[in-house]
């Protein structure tokens, strides 16, 4: 399946899961921001996806990245953002969500386990009290520490000003 293919509305999604329920399918859901891929990304999307059959991923839209992290921000336009995440062997699905929250995003599709990275407290995750009361788990993946993109801007930031990068 090619990234077009992977890339669906919540609508169409909701319609897909319907039928991953029916097949009983695991559906693992995450999301994030994802502004410049790194490492730190990929290796957290692989251990998200082995934990289900299916991973589907809500992607913050470019204006709800702007609203959480400022100015400037994202870097990387939603449409290449979801296209390169939708390439990733580990994703089966992304779609745009552009609340600040992937509440209502998780209400509608309401999937088997909920994944966030070990920087968030289970209690804090947004959407674990819908998946719980669905009979499904909350889950954290383990942080890969030194890989974020706050670490790639400051690099560049770093680089830009050395007169390295021109």
């Known amino acids: 399946m090619d990234s077009h293919t992977k890339i669906k509305s919540r609508d ?3 319609g897909i899961r319907k039928q991953l329920a029916r097949d009983k399918k695991t559906v693992v859901f995450t999301n ?3 502004d410049i891929l790194h490492r730190g990304h990929a290796e ?3 251990k998200a996806r082995n934990l289900g059959d299916v991973l ?3 992607l913050n839209n470019d ?3 702007r609203r959480l992290k400022g100015e400037g921000r994202p870097i990387v336009p939603q449409a290449d953002r979801a296209f390169v995440l939708a ?3 580990a994703v089966d699905f992304v779609t745009l969500f ?3 929250t992937p509440l209502a995003l998780i209400e509608t599709l309401v999937p088997d386990i909920l994944v966030k990275g070990g920087d968030y407290a289970i209690e804090n995750i947004v959407g674990r009290e819908v998946v719980e009361a669905h009979g499904g788990k909350v889950l954290t993946v383990p942080f890969v520490s030194d890989r974020s993109t706050s670490d790639v801007v400051r690099k560049i930031i770093d680089l830009n000003e050395k007169g390295i990068l021109n």
Do not use: M, T
Request: charged share 20%; net charge negative; with cysteine.
């Open 12 to 14: 169409e999604l909701k």
């Open 63 to 65: 204006a709800s990245v």
């Open 32 to 34: 994030g921001c994802f």
């Open 44 to 46: 957290y999307l692989q």
């Open 98 to 100: 552009s609340e600040d």
């Open 56 to 58: 589907i991923l809500g």
């Open 87 to 89: 390439a990733l062997a």
